[in-house]
């Protein structure tokens, strides 16, 4: 897939008039206003939705309205390198043993 695009069908007209009607009703006054709170990305603040976008984004304002809170998007963990996955990966007494062996002192809980 090539960067920025869509990873899935796009979302139908009536999606996207219904997400921004949704956004308007919750105070923004159009997609790239709403990018930093709803979490957008530059392809979506742009409007372009896929079809399994529009609906999360849907559900979410819809929820929000009905309990009279904001929507918070959902914020990713930050991007691990390869090497930091694989020590996550690792077995607790391996790296024990690493330390250990580099002069670090390491205590069991």
Request: aromatic share 6%.
């Amino acid at each position: 897939m090539a960067f920025g695009q869509q990873a899935g069908p796009p979302a139908s007209t009536k999606q996207v008039q219904e997400l921004m009607t949704l956004l308007q009703d919750a105070g923004h006054t159009d997609f790239r206003d709403a990018r930093g709170p709803m979490g957008f990305t530059q392809r979506q603040a742009a409007g372009k939705f896929t079809r399994d976008e529009a609906a999360a984004f849907i559900e979410q304002l819809q929820e929000a309205a009905l309990a009279g809170t904001t929507p918070v998007p959902a914020t990713p963990g930050p991007r691990l390198t390869a090497q930091q996955q694989a020590i996550r990966r690792m077995p607790a007494y391996e790296l024990a043993e690493e330390l250990s062996r580099r002069g670090w002192i390491v205590i069991e809980p």
